[in-house]
């Protein structure tokens, strides 16, 4: 039978939230507060103002991406990057508000840097120190949540085993309960009872959590029950078998009340889709100004060496599919865009003099950062594909679609990895669909950084590129 919890912050989610609400305003301000006075300047009006439009800002943003919840058995890493990404967006929004209002409003200089790295420091260290307080209760006893898993089957071992090998969360696993005897010794002897003794134990009180761990075609003993735990103080939760399904950024969601689990998603939604806009119109500004000769000197190439446009405008799919044109320097004597398009080859017949050159070291793709600018891509992300190279190949690779769940890039995690240029075997799509749907998986601000770095000792020229 599982021990009594003996924590002294039982039911405590709230309480660690209230905690870190009131710690985050205290260093929002209390930040601002030492930057000046380090500055040897006086604290006056536009220093409330600017600390109560952050506090606002930062809460606002945080409270939609759920910042505020019980991190238990969750990823600092995950804890720790919305934190910074939300602190990131609301110092963005109000120092280009004050910048373009009242340049002279948070002065003098380095004011409003030193601000927001000492309070994103700030933010980070507490989250992690507290994280470690709690995991040195949790080893002692205290803070602890007693668990039990209803199914002894593959999936509900599997949850067992990764909370037995993350004490530091605090769930302590007490065994199974199951209608059918488990064939494994170690299964069979942790396994407590069948269903019916699972509910006389929660009765009896000493259980903090059930895992319904039940297959799918048990669904009738499901219901019964979660309906005779709804008579114990046992907190219930119910783990659906979504991992015989390939994931991309999975979620939960409620609609009026229903519970839904999204299988397919994307991870640029609410405060992130602000990020990565940001991230985009800053890197791809900054970008156009210092290759802007560049471009120059190649748009007079391309037109003093061939006959033609200077660009080639293609059509390829955006993100959810949508149809944009692609910016690119003409590098061909032919204008393929049609139900047809035949990739280019090595030496290919159809380059213009300076075609090849500019293909193979992407120069000819550096318009595309206009196309950044108006919203239709990204500086990262998966390339675009002709339609009708997409058309073929989402009917061969399993998840080719998927790739559309965010905006297609300039650069990207295949291209990094050396996918990039002809696809003239099934096998190589596949994997340059592999890295652009893991890039997806992970996306952050620091992944499209370490991109953007790479991108420039190993993005632009490769031995399959031509």
Not at 9 to 20: E, Y
Not at 320 to 344: C, H, L, Y
Not at 386 to 399: F, I, S, T
Request: aromatic fraction near 12%; glycine fraction near 6%; charged fraction near 20%.
């Amino acid at each position: 039978m599982p021990h009594k919890n003996s924590g002294i912050l039982q039911s405590n989610a709230t309480i660690v939230a209230f905690i870190q609400r009131i710690l985050d305003i205290s260093i929002i301000v209390g930040c601002l507060w030492g930057t000046v006075a380090l500055q040897g300047m006086p604290w006056l009006l536009q220093h409330t103002t600017a600390a109560l439009l952050a506090v606002f800002l930062f809460h606002f943003t945080s409270e939609l991406d759920k910042l505020y919840i019980s991190w238990r058995g969750l990823s600092i890493y995950k804890e720790l990057k919305k934190t910074i990404s939300h602190w990131f967006v609301s110092a963005a929004i109000l120092f280009l508000s004050v910048n373009f209002l009242a340049p002279q409003y948070l002065n003098p200089e380095g004011l409003q840097f030193y601000w927001f790295i000492s309070v994103l420091v700030s933010l980070c260290v507490y989250r992690v120190v507290l994280r470690l307080i709690l995991r040195a209760l949790r080893s002692q006893g205290i803070n602890t949540r007693s668990v039990v898993i209803a199914g002894a089957g593959t999936l509900g071992q599997q949850l067992a085993n990764n909370i037995i090998a993350n004490s530091s969360f605090g769930l302590v696993f007490g065994g199974y309960y199951d209608d059918a005897a488990p064939k494994q010794k170690l299964v069979a002897a942790q396994t407590i009872g069948n269903l019916e003794q699972l509910v006389a134990d929660c009765k009896e009180g000493g259980i903090d959590r059930v895992y319904i761990v039940l297959p799918p075609q048990a669904y009738e003993r499901r219901k019964w029950l979660v309906k005779e735990l709804a008579d114990s103080t046992a907190s219930v939760y119910i783990v659906p078998d979504v991992f015989t399904y390939q994931l991309l950024h999975s979620r939960s969601d409620t609609i009026m009340g229903i519970p839904t689990i999204s299988i397919y998603d994307s991870p640029l939604d609410g405060s992130n889709a602000i990020i990565k806009r940001i991230e985009d119109i800053v890197l791809s500004t900054l970008i156009l100004i210092m290759i802007s000769p560049v471009l120059l000197g190649l748009a007079l190439a391309v037109k003093f060496t061939s006959k033609g446009p200077v660009f080639f405008k293609q059509n390829r799919y955006g993100i959810d599919g949508k149809p944009i044109k692609v910016w690119k320097f003409r590098s061909m004597n032919v204008m393929e865009d049609g139900a047809k398009v035949t990739q280019a080859t090595k030496n290919d017949s159809r380059f213009t003099p300076i075609g090849q050159f500019i293909r193979k070291t992407s120069l000819d793709e550096l318009p595309q950062f206009i196309n950044v600018l108006q919203g239709q891509m990204s500086i990262v992300g998966p390339r675009p594909h002709a339609v009708a190279h997409n058309e073929e190949y989402r009917k061969l690779v399993d998840g080719y679609m998927l790739r559309h769940k965010v905006k297609p890039g300039i650069t990207g995690w295949a291209q990094i990895n050396g996918w990039r240029g002809e696809t003239d075997t099934l096998d190589k799509m596949e994997k340059r669909i592999e890295f652009d749907l893991e890039y997806i998986r992970n996306w952050s601000l620091f992944f499209d950084l370490k991109i953007v770095f790479l991108t420039i000792f190993k993005g632009f020229v490769n031995k399959n590129a031509y």
